[in-house]
């Protein structure tokens, strides 16, 4: 699993790249507030109930939760799962905040 700074996946969806998010949150913290990822829950990763992100196992896949702790479980678990390169956001959507806001 390898780090992402929330520098720089802002920069790349300002500049349009698509990107495979995957908010590992609840959904009540997703609907809050969201950087535009796939909600799939942690509990849903631990119990390996991941169909909906099932085609990504060959792409990037950049997870993000609240603060990066949860993130970073299910960024270990996907791997473990097949999933070759994936990203932890560093900070969550704490971090993102406080750099860049709701925007």
Known sequence: MKIIEAEE???RLDSNEKL???DVRQ???HADFNIGGQLVPL???LS???EDIEELKNEE???YCRSGQR???AS???ETMGFNNVKNLAGGMLGWESKFGRN
Do not use: H, R, T
């Open 48 to 50: 390996m109930q991941i």
């Open 43 to 45: 509990g849903n990763i």
């Open 9 to 11: 996946v802002k920069q």
């Open 71 to 73: 993130s970073m479980q």
């Open 27 to 29: 959904p009540e913290e």
């Open 76 to 78: 270990m678990m996907l």
């Open 61 to 63: 896949v950049i997870c």
């Open 20 to 22: 495979n998010l995957v």
